[in-house]
Nanobody, 129 residues
Framework: QVQVAESGGGLVQPGGSLRISCATT????????VGWFRQAPGKEREGILC???????????NVSDSVKGRFTVSRDMAKRTVYLQMNSLTSEDTATYYC???????????????????WGEGTQVTVSS
């Protein structure tokens, strides 16, 4: 069964850090890549980065250098969970964050909505003082 579920969102002060989780099933963790997306109010959903089931990660094509230096992903095989670690958060990072099961086509992952097989419901991250 393909399934993902986000958790861990909340309110964080500017400059703070937050780690959000994407819990998956054994099937999802073993056969799919996992991607993180976000959607800010009034903006389109964007792909941030992905975690390959083979190991490794990639950022989305349009991700800024600022995000690349602050966001990273990790996997816990025992918990079948993929984490998004976000540091030095700013108000620009306020958004609903979604994880998704991505079709795995190679040894590397691509964070693209066209490869999403299953969306999570999202978790809200608000950066505000």
């Amino acid at each position: 069964q393909v399934q993902v579920a986000e958790s861990g969102g909340g309110l964080v002060q500017p400059g703070g850090s937050l780690r959000i989780s994407c819990a998956t099933t054994e099937w999802t963790f073993g056969y799919y890549d996992v991607g993180w997306f976000r959607q800010a109010p009034g903006k389109e959903r964007e792909g941030i980065l992905c975690s390959s089931r083979h190991g490794g990660m990639n950022y989305g094509d349009n991700v800024s250098d600022s995000v690349k230096g602050r966001f990273t992903v990790s996997r816990d095989m025992a918990k079948r969970t993929v984490y998004l670690q976000m540091n030095s958060l700013t108000s620009e990072d306020t958004a609903t964050y979604y994880c998704a099961a991505l079709l795995s086509l190679s040894n590397t992952c691509t964070v693209s909505a066209t490869q999403v097989m299953y969306w999570g419901e999202g978790t809200q991250v608000t950066v505000s003082s």
